[in-house]
Nanobody, 128 residues
């Protein structure tokens, strides 16, 4: 069983930056075989894909709405993944989730149903 524990959310002002963290406890499995994704669920809306990353970190995929402001990364030695968010705006207000899946292909990163394990979510609230 894999557990993902998230940290780093909070209340910030527009224009601020934030880094979300996702720490995996793999219980004998190898974190490096998993691709990682970040999703968010704004208030009253469905959960949506934000960013994805291959196991090695060589391949990244971003939603068009966040390109240039969000950066996904990982440190396999620490079993950790990160989402750096710059130039935050009120539309970024959401509950953010990390998730991992066994690597398939780049496009598979967008599909929520492909992810096997999910973090507990962390709230990001951006005030104007």
């Amino acid at each position: 069983q894999v557990q993902l524990v998230q940290s780093g959310g909070g209340l910030v002002q527009a224009g601020d930056s934030l880094r979300l963290s996702c720490l995996a406890s793999t219980s004998g499995r190898t974190f490096i075989k998993y691709a990682m994704g970040w999703f968010r669920q704004p208030p009253g809306k469905d959960r949506e894909f934000v960013a994805g990353l291959s196991p090695s970190g060589a391949y990244t995929l971003y939603a068009d709405s966040v390109k240039g402001r969000f950066t996904i990364s990982r440190d396999n030695a620490k079993n950790a993944g990160y989402l750096q968010i710059d130039s935050l705006n009120p539309e970024d207000t959401a509950n953010y989730y990390c998730a991992i899946q066994e690597w398939r292909s780049g496009e598979s990163l967008k599909v929520q149903g492909n992810y096997e394990y999910w973090g507990q979510g962390t709230q990001v609230t951006v005030s104007s």
